[in-house]
């Protein structure tokens, strides 16, 4: 049996653990999982070209939670063998197919500012990032009414604080978070800052130093590969317009709103 990654790419974890097993021509069996079922969403992605491309074939939702005893994604099986948790999955990749030194150094002191980051990263960058898109699209789906402009700026002054950390503390005047090439804490971090650009808050317009970055990561990992992954972010609009059960909005209404509080 083949490595299985069960991922919806709708979730920044799994993107990044996308991009990079596809950017290091890791063999892999796509097992797409929506984290919104489709009752929730009110359709199924369209099919797409090529064996792994990320939106074909059914969901894999039952098989994730047999896989993952969190019963969440990203997860991933080899064999027998099965993982869950973004950054267990990526070093688990990493050292497994020996992918290039750069991702994940070999060197103690980088491979230091690697952990570094990505332990600072949940507190941080990840705490707000992914707020934009809850305030902004989904929960307004599926309470049926926005919620007041001031969320939004709440949260955004927070991510605001967040990327000059980022900015002044991992990036500074370096092309990448740790030198000269790409590392794991460069894809865990743009991945999730394409979340409030898929919602429409541009956080890189007024930043040149994070935008340049931005397009480092781009074309380090390549651009088609790169807005394949985000594809499903960027159109996350469009399920505006999708008509969600009621008895599914009373069930998730709360639970979404106390995840802001």
Known sequence: MGL???????????????????????PFEFKHVELFKDSVLGKKPAAGSGAEQPRAGPSN???????????????????DFTLAECTAILLYLSRKYNTPD??????????????????????????????????????PLFTGQPLPSEKLQEVMEGLSTSLKQFEERFLQDKAFIIGSEISLADLVAIVELMQPVGVGCDIFEDRPRL??????????????????????ILNIKELTN??????????????LMKMLK
Request: with cysteine; glycine share 4%.
């Open 211 to 232: 935008r340049e970055w931005r397009r480092r990561v781009e074309d380090a990992v390549g651009k088609e590969l790169f807005f394949q992954a985000h594809e499903m």
């Open 4 to 26: 299985e990654l069960y991922l919806d790419l709708l979730s920044q974890p799994c993107r990044s653990i996308y991009i990079f097993a596809r950017s290091n021509n890791i």
């Open 242 to 255: 999708i008509q969600i059960d009621p008895q599914l909005k009373e069930q998730l209404a709360p639970v």
């Open 102 to 139: 750069h991702w994940y150094p070999s060197d103690i002191q980088k491979r230091a500012q690697v952990d570094e980051y990505l332990s600072w990263h949940h507190a941080n960058i990840r705490a707000n990032a992914p707020k934009t898109m809850w305030i902004k699209v989904l929960i």
């Open 61 to 79: 939702s039952e098989g994730a939670g047999k896989v993952s005893l969190l019963k969440k994604v990203p997860a991933l099986k080899d064999g």
